[in-house]
């Protein structure tokens, strides 16, 4: 899986605008404001610092799929994000490998509709997979 890039770090917030205003703080530029992704049913923005990407992610009811970890990990950092051409090929060598697929590839409305999966293993915790 020599493909695999690390495109972000998601980042759970519990309020986007605290957050947004302290990543700036730290020297964080804005990439990408906030935008509703309807399907996860949650708030997402991008920031970004000396080549390193973060997902600004935020729950906008209690139906969010990540309403339940913003309860057990309040703000913290939750999954990494990486990119690959081959989008197909490496979800399969992934799950071949231990990763447990917890959703089904869905477009992200915030990465323009490219499609993401997300991933367990209990070594290693929750990764993205996301198309380029």
Known sequence: MQ???VHHIGYLVKKMEPAVRSFEALGYEMEQ????????????CFLQKDGYRIELVS???????VSGLI????????HICYETEQFDEDYRKLTNCGYVSIDVPTPA?????????????AALGMIELLEK
């Open 71 to 78: 309860k057990k990990y309040k703000n913290s950092p939750y």
């Open 3 to 5: 493909t695999l890039k």
């Open 33 to 44: 404001p906030s935008s509703y992704d309807d399907i996860r049913k949650v708030h997402i």
């Open 59 to 65: 729950p906008a009811s209690g139906e969010s799929v």
């Open 109 to 121: 409305p915030a990465l323009q509709n490219r499609n993401v999966v997300f991933l367990m293993n």
